[in-house]
């Protein structure tokens, strides 16, 4: 039987504006923005709505930002079909804090701390090291894999077939970009971020995070959360934790953890917040695989009339 998985937006996906027309339009989405800025204790509402950009993308907005933004998709999406039914959730990165939200694991006003926290954290890092990130595109695993053994960098994110991201110190980085030129890659670019997201240059962050989910009640999943950092459905409410720890550092296994669900009859996915990054990441992954998505207004009514078909 034909299962339904719902895919959560990470880091990267933020863009000025994001969620201000669901706010406009539904009093209930605009409730959500402003529970947030109390939460919050400053108006992050209004940095996601007209940024400006350098403020959004700092990591301390960017993440919570992103979580407040997929949430509240969500909720409209369960107001607009109100028996929606999901089988499992997954979200990249980031995103995973608000596939456990979602599936009951922490509540929003703790998924919102933590995000905001660990923004924070992982900011510090990038401050205390010189890292960056790059994307190798049409460049099989393996080779890349020999790039990064080279030059002394690490895999980030093997995020579809053809499209992975390395991390490290920016020199190093900047040298596997020659060598997976000089490998085939179609394109190895720098990406504009912060640091060396997913490697041991965020080491620093892991423990100040660790404290923080102590500090918060994380209960058992409702549905299975596919785990960033097994490609497999998270287990205890301990596991969990120790989960979203190591993912500071590992690496995110997307294109695993939607070959997982792929494997088990899901075969429409639905992605929450804002931009389209994991829906062209599955037109790579499986063609066949029916995906939705909700960032704004015109693609909530669209996934809400094609679920209610």
């Not at 179609?186 to 620093?204: D, N, Q, T």
């Not at 899901?266 to 804002?274: A, N, T, V």
Request: net charge neutral; glycine share 8%; aromatic share 6%.
């Amino acid at each position: 039987m034909s299962k339904t998985a719902l895919l959560f937006a990470g880091q990267g996906a933020q863009t000025a504006g994001m969620g201000k027309d669901l706010a406009e339009t539904f009093p209930s989405a605009r409730a959500w923005f402003d529970r947030a800025n109390a939460v919050l204790g400053y108006d992050l509402t209004a940095i996601c709505f007209n940024g400006p950009d350098a403020e959004l993308t700092k990591t301390e907005n960017a993440q919570p930002g992103i979580f407040l933004v997929s949430w509240v998709a969500f909720q409209l999406l369960k107001e607009r079909v109100p028996d929606l039914k999901f089988d499992a959730t997954a979200g990249l990165s980031l995103g995973e804090f608000t596939a456990l939200a979602a599936a009951g694991v922490m509540s929003f006003e703790d998924g919102l701390r933590v995000t905001r926290q660990r923004g924070k954290f992982m900011q510090e890092a990038c401050d205390a090291t010189r890292g960056g990130m790059a994307a190798v595109i049409g460049l099989d695993e393996a080779p890349t894999r020999e790039v990064c053994a080279e030059a002394g960098v690490v895999l980030a994110n093997l995020n579809c077939p053809g499209q992975l991201v390395i991390s490290g110190e920016t020199d190093k980085v900047a040298r596997a970009v020659e060598l997976a030129k000089a490998k085939g890659a179609k394109r190895a670019i720098a990406l504009p971020v912060a640091g060396a997201y997913h490697s041991p240059l965020m080491e620093s962050a892991k423990t100040r995070l660790q404290a923080e989910l102590a500090k918060i009640t994380i209960a058992a999943p409702s549905v299975p959360v596919i785990s960033n950092v097994t490609a497999l459905p998270q287990g205890t409410p301990s596991g969990i934790s120790s989960r979203l720890v190591e993912q500071v550092t590992s690496p995110v296994l997307w294109e695993t953890s939607m070959r997982y669900l792929l494997a088990h009859d899901f075969s429409r996915f639905i992605e929450l917040g804002p931009g389209t990054a994991l829906s062209g990441f599955m037109k790579r992954t499986d063609k066949n695989a029916q995906m939705l998505n909700v960032a704004d207004v015109a693609s909530l009514e669209a996934t809400a009339k094609a679920i209610s078909v």
